[in-house]
């Protein structure tokens, strides 16, 4: 979105702090944050900062999870944007480089060339590659159940389960299900694998809790982040927006436990 900001205005002179501009890089960086998964409040002051600093006008910004409203309104003039939110994730990395930009901007007057220079560091973010972040996910699932007491082979099935769940949910997105949908199959796929390593290891003589191999699985579909910047947005009187994300991260844990819950009737209805 920055990058086709840039693109669509470069060449406007900064000193002249032309109102749409401003209002549109404010807006593309609001949304940078939000998408990453930043709270709504900190979404909130950084738009009206940024485009406080530069222009002279009443500014109101309205933030949801799904979209970003701002009005600028002067004594002669007055604009209103509408942006909306199509998905999120979690990236602290384009959280930082937002802040950091943000807080640049505000504090200096910058020339066409800097503000150049300082756009490259939102449109060139460093992304970790497919394969990172799926090892990653497995380690994570493997390491939760390791926690609980789990055992060495029942921590490697964890890593092995998470690491082919969330490869099938990454594919799975190409389709765009909505959450819920989403979460029912990955708590379907989850308890699937954890009951079926039981009984393929029980025919060998080994024992395995699938309990907590379902857990530690789970454990890396969790809304843990959601659920606590929905608490801090309350704590922050931003409560339609924290009740939103809040409501959200429940519904996620409903279908996550239906989706397990589907599995395991299934699969012990057949014993």
Do not use: C, H
């Not at 009951?195 to 809304?223: A, C, E, Q, W």
């Not at 809040?246 to 395991?264: D, N, R």
Request: no cysteine; glycine share 8%; charged share 20%.
């Amino acid at each position: 979105m920055i990058k086709y900001q840039y693109n669509l205005w470069k060449g406007v002179n900064m000193k002249t702090n032309d109102e749409n501009f401003v209002i549109n890089l404010a807006i593309s960086v609001g949304k940078i944050m939000l998408e990453s998964g930043a709270e709504i409040y900190r979404v909130e002051e950084t738009i009206e900062r940024m485009i406080s600093s530069k222009i002279d006008s009443k500014v109101d910004v309205f933030v949801l999870p799904t979209g970003i409203i701002v009005s600028a309104k002067s004594s002669t003039d007055s604009i209103t944007r509408l942006e909306r939110i199509q998905s999120s994730k979690i990236d602290l990395e384009a959280i930082s480089r937002a802040n950091s930009f943000s807080r640049i901007y505000t504090q200096n007057s910058l020339t066409d060339e800097e503000l150049d220079v300082l756009l490259m560091s939102l449109t060139d973010i460093p992304k970790f590659s497919k394969k990172t972040t799926m090892f990653f996910t497995g380690l994570a699932g493997g390491l939760f159940t390791g926690l609980t007491g789990g055992s060495f082979l029942e921590t490697i099935i964890t890593f092995i389960a998470s690491l082919s769940v969330g490869l099938i949910l990454d594919k799975l997105s190409k389709f765009k299900p909505n959450f819920f949908i989403k979460n029912i199959i990955g708590g379907f796929l989850i308890a699937t694998i954890g009951v079926l390593s039981y009984f393929l290891f029980k025919s060998f003589g080994i024992n395995l809790d699938y309990n907590r191999i379902i857990i530690g699985s789970l454990m890396t579909l969790v809304p843990g982040v959601a659920l606590t910047n929905g608490i801090r947005d309350l704590i922050s009187g931003e409560l339609i927006a924290g009740g939103a994300r809040i409501l959200e991260a429940i519904f996620i844990a409903i279908a996550l436990a239906f989706g397990v819950g589907i599995a395991l009737q299934i699969s012990f209805s057949f014993v």
